[in-house]
């Protein structure tokens, strides 16, 4: 999921002054086109938004688990879990028509708005698991959706051929260059660019074409990266639902495993909503 995080924001920032600039280089500031890609952009990057705050508010939830382990915080654990549930639907709703949300089938029992915990310590935590279970059994379906997926990830053809639009353009004029991909490529046989090698790739047209496919490869494998840590980050959700299983059926409550979840889920929720920012 920190993956996840770290590499949505990379892409957005980089897809973001690759449009920039090719609207500038083309003479096409305001291009309408741009503004109907950028728009989708500031879309995923919204649904990213509510994504994070729907994980700092688990993160909270599990906090206040700990908490109702250690002393008795009913309260601090409804407190948490109501944001939690707030947070939930307003990321779901964000990524389908209410009518698409499934019904809600967790075993609380509301009571005066609040959620009734047994009175015995050792089943309110087992109650406080069934009641975060239940709410993650809601929200992977979701995430495991296709249709969710293609919301929160960006197109790879248009993020690919912009940024390469971008490069090209700059190796044109003679501001990039060639070199470290040259020398990346030697590696393997120790071969190293020289100071004639832009110039030669500049005249040859088959050569930089190459390098140009090689270059348009290396940015399809940071959307494919993007793909594959989403279905991590998906995957990370549903290894919870088992440590719950286990813990509704008598499994110790590890309070260190649920600090380092906790911690993970806010760093990974702070580098989702930065990602807004930029």
């Known amino acids: 999921m920190e993956q996840n995080a770290t590499t949505s924001s990379t892409a957005m920032l980089s897809l973001r002054k690759a449009v920039a600039f090719n609207d500038g280089f083309n003479g096409q500031i305001g291009n309408?086109?741009?503004?109907?890609?950028?728009?989708?952009?500031?879309?995923?990057?919204?649904?990213?938004?509510q994504y994070a705050k729907m994980l700092d508010s688990l993160a909270s939830t599990y906090s206040a688990l700990g908490d109702l382990a250690s002393y008795d915080a009913v309260g601090s654990f409804n407190t948490a879990f109501a944001t939690l549930d707030k947070d939930t639907t307003k990321?779901?709703?964000?990524?389908?028509?209410?009518?698409?949300?499934?019904?809600?089938?967790?075993s609380a029992v509301q009571a005066g708005g609040g959620i009734v915990i047994g009175i015995i310590q050792a089943n309110k935590i087992k109650n406080a698991s069934r009641i975060i279970r239940a709410k993650l059994q809601i929200i992977i379906p979701i995430m495991d959706d296709p249709d969710t997926k293609k919301?929160?990830?960006?197109?790879?053809?248009?993020?690919?051929?912009?940024?390469?639009?971008?490069?090209?353009?700059?190796?044109?004029?003679?501001?990039?260059?060639?070199?470290?991909?040259?020398?990346?490529?030697g590696a393997a046989l120790n071969l190293k660019s020289n100071s004639q090698s832009d110039g030669i790739v500049a005249k040859n047209a088959k050569v930089k074409s190459g390098l140009r496919n090689v270059a348009i490869e290396l940015a399809n494998e940071q959307s494919d990266q993007m793909e594959a840590s989403y279905d991590k980050s998906v995957a990370a959700l549903k290894a919870l639902v088992p440590l719950h299983e286990s813990l509704e059926k008598g499994a110790p409550l590890n309070l260190d495993t649920l600090l380092a979840i906790t911690s993970q889920l806010q760093t990974i929720a702070t580098s989702l909503q930065a990602t807004k920012g930029k």
Do not use: M, R, W
Not at 32 to 49: E, H, M, R, W
Not at 91 to 106: C, D, N
């Open 32 to 49: 309408p086109d741009s503004k109907t890609f950028l728009t989708n952009v500031d879309a995923i990057q919204s649904i990213i938004s």
């Open 151 to 185: 919301l929160l990830i960006l197109n790879k053809q248009e993020t690919t051929g912009q940024i390469d639009q971008a490069a090209e353009a700059l190796f044109d004029c003679e501001v990039y260059s060639y070199g470290p991909l040259l020398d990346d490529l």
């Open 91 to 106: 990321f779901l709703q964000s990524v389908h028509s209410t009518s698409q949300i499934p019904q809600e089938t967790a």
